[in-house]
């Protein structure tokens, strides 16, 4: 089984990943900030494109999810883990060696790189060796890495690792500092007096003595006396520093590409478990999406937005799940209820699930059934812009007919807040048309919005509300149920819009009092 990529099934995916820019949908659902803390101290290994595309074959998901359950075994994660610290330290080690001034000072830093890499990839073996792996991209990494390892290229590598080290560990040399001049001769068995001195006064020791040693400076560097030291010493040992010269002409290019793209693909894997081991260890549940095509029956069960849940467990705030569904001919969920219910939080998560599920990636909630979808589109509401002439009401109309324009069945459309600029005479025309052009061409929907009408335009529609705790209407559950509307969400948006409400009033009649009383 030959090993392509863990991430990718075909070499026309693998290349398409590569020049993928941001969606448009990201700063709406806000997957920019998941994938900036994803790629935080990673961001060498430009992660941001395989975060943007979307796979369009179920069977490469299925390829990255078999990945991510392997890669759930703490063993082998650990294993994989210090391999790519190593790389790590493998790249800084070239990178020396590239700036360094003198010959023999990068061909040394080299030759450590080259150690670590052959240390990188032992350790990648032992660590695929002992899981018990079931994904075919691990798999086939481990038989790639063992006849790596075997080759006869590898071999030499190592050999010749071990050979130069040996060689350099047998040069030995008197240096003599006197009269303004330094004399370097061979090691000709002199005594060591350092040796010597610390015995005589090893009698007198009474306790631990604070250490005198110099401390060698943080830069590798050499100065102009070390380099003309070690020019001297290689002209005593040409033997030695002729193999080290030979050892970076040899194997200018041993890091082997398919180890090296496994490197950079598997910060993917290992990015999203780390982010996602924070929430699943605060109690939160993560599943793996049933994914499809073409089915449009779809489930999700505790379901939530990961980018809030992150910010609310930092705060040491409760995250509250969600479940929704899609049966037979419903298509779009409008979405209803007091302000600041989780409406928007709703549609966002609703966003949120089917990009990363086109991931491969599992995705937070106890169970989710999705859709493989082509193009997600999102118009959420937007201030208005006091230099742009054309009215708010005007830029949501361009906006939403640029949706309608490219939305396609396969497609996941959510519009939040749409017309609110307007009568709600207006906008109940407006979103019915909206809404029926998406119903006609099949495509998914959420649909926030003040205007009850739009949840009754027949099987296509189903309505959700957020709810408030009973009693009392201030307290946000911040759940949002399956049931039809009570009629209440416009008169609150409008009394919210003119300070009429329950809160709003209260707070005015207490500063009044206040006022009256003198306090």
């Not at 959420?446 to 739009?454: I, N, T």
């Amino acid at each position: 089984m030959s090993f392509l990529s863990v991430l990718f099934t075909e070499p026309a995916e693998q290349a398409a990943a590569s020049a993928r820019d941001e969606p448009a949908c990201f700063h709406d659902l806000n997957l920019d900030q998941l994938v900036a803390s994803l790629t935080s101290g990673r961001e060498h290994y430009d992660l941001e494109p395989l975060f943007h595309a979307r796979l369009t074959s179920p069977d490469t998901i299925d390829h990255r999810q078999r990945v991510f359950r392997d890669l759930e075994d703490e063993s082998l994660r650990t294993g994989i883990e210090e391999f790519a610290e190593d790389m790590r330290e493998m790249r800084r080690q070239l990178a020396l060696a590239e700036q360094l001034r003198h010959p023999y000072q990068q061909e040394s830093w080299f030759l450590r790189a080259a150690e670590t890499y052959c240390r990188a990839v032992a350790a990648l073996a032992a660590a695929l060796d002992a899981a018990d792996l079931d994904s075919r991209a691990l798999n086939a990494l481990r038989d790639h890495v063992a006849d790596r390892i075997g080759s006869e290229n590898h071999q030499r590598l190592a050999a010749d690792i071990q050979n130069v080290r040996q060689a350099l560990a047998s040069v030995r040399y008197c240096m003599t500092i006197g009269g303004g001049k330094v004399k370097i001769t061979r090691y000709a068995q002199e005594a060591d007096y350092g040796a010597e001195v610390l015995a005589a006064f090893e009698k007198f020791k009474q306790a631990q003595a604070e250490s005198h040693r110099l401390t060698h400076r943080g830069d590798v560097d050499m100065n102009h006396v070390e380099e003309a030291v070690l020019d001297r010493v290689a002209l005593l040992f040409p033997d030695v520093f002729a193999a080290l010269d030979r050892f970076r002409r040899c194997h200018r290019a041993f890091v082997d590409r398919t180890v090296a793209v496994f490197d950079r693909e598997v910060q993917f894997y290992l990015a999203y478990l780390e982010f996602a081991g924070r929430l699943r260890d605060s109690g939160l549940s993560w599943c793996y999406p049933r994914v499809s095509r073409t089915s449009k029956n779809l489930a999700g069960q505790g379901v939530f937005d990961l980018v809030l849940a992150d910010r609310l467990l930092a705060e040491g705030l409760r995250v509250v799940p969600n479940d929704f569904r899609l049966d037979g001919a419903e298509r779009v969920i409008v979405v209803s209820g007091p302000n600041q219910g989780g409406k928007t939080t709703f549609a966002r998560m609703f966003g949120q699930l089917h990009h990363l599920a086109a991931l491969g990636c599992p995705v937070p909630g106890a169970e989710a059934r999705l859709l493989l979808c082509d193009r997600i589109f999102t118009h959420f509401e937007r201030g208005e812009n006091l230099k742009d002439l054309s009215g708010k009401l005007q830029d949501d109309l361009v906006r939403i007919h640029a949706i309608l324009r490219r939305a396609t069945a396969s497609s996941v459309v959510i519009l939040n807040e749409i017309f609110t600029s307007t009568t709600l005479d207006d906008a109940v025309v407006l979103g019915t048309r909206v809404l029926e052009q998406l119903i006609e061409r099949g495509s998914l929907c959420v649909c926030v919005s003040f205007v009850d009408e739009l949840s009754r335009l027949g099987p296509a529609t189903v309505s959700m509300t957020s709810t408030v705790v009973p009693g009392n209407p201030a307290m946000r559950t911040f759940r949002v149920v399956r049931r039809q509307p009570d009629g209440l969400s416009y008169a609150l948006a409008i009394a919210d819009k003119y300070g009429l409400t329950y809160e709003r009033l209260r707070d005015r009649i207490r500063e009044r009092a206040d006022g009256r009383t003198g306090s």
